[in-house]
């Protein structure tokens, strides 16, 4: 999750009462050390005031792990089940569409979990370098395209978020990463595959990486 899509559910989920959104399931959670530490934005926009409301939030992740509350694979029927069981009011769902191959079948599994009415909120990269975990699609969807998925869903937002630069991260780790591009560049025999994608990322030194998200609730049809 990148900042842009924690401040813009940081900014969503208090127009919903406590009633609308708990319990919420969180899939593909992570640990918490990755919640909280790693990428701390997630914690300080989403989760705490989340917590400080008294909504009851579901971690749940393929991970076995610290901070994972239910390990899951979605995509396994027993697993669903588990997850169905926690009677979820709402799920968020954020970076995990470009990293499945059955994108219509996450969503009517995702759809399963929820009642008549329960909220979903999903994000999505539309501009972002190739991040395999462990594969990337290279699905990179506009929010109309993402909705789409959703079709016979009540969206009720769709919009594009701005995050920062890859500027960005070279700032936090300048040695490491300028030489790692800089080494790349006059070897690309060595692995033709891994220099496209570092000679790739350049793109986004100068333009800003972007993320597709939607809101809805569940139809019943």
Partial sequence: MMVTDAKWLGSILPKFSNEELSPIINIGSSTRKFREHDQPHI???VFKPLQERGVKVIHTDLKDAEGVDISADIFDDEALEKLK??????IICTHMFEHIEDKEGLVKRLMSILPEDGLFF?????????HDDPIDTMYRPTPDELAELFCGQNVITKEILVDGTYW?????????LFFRHFFRFFIPFVSFKKWKRSMRKLYWLFNHYKVSAIAGRKVTL
């Fill in 168 to 176: 960005d991260k070279i700032r936090k780790r300048p040695i490491t």
């Fill in 43 to 45: 914690h300080e926009y």
């Fill in 122 to 130: 999903i994000t999505v990269p539309n501009s972002y370098h190739q």
């Fill in 85 to 90: 069981a926690c009677n979820a009011k709402a």
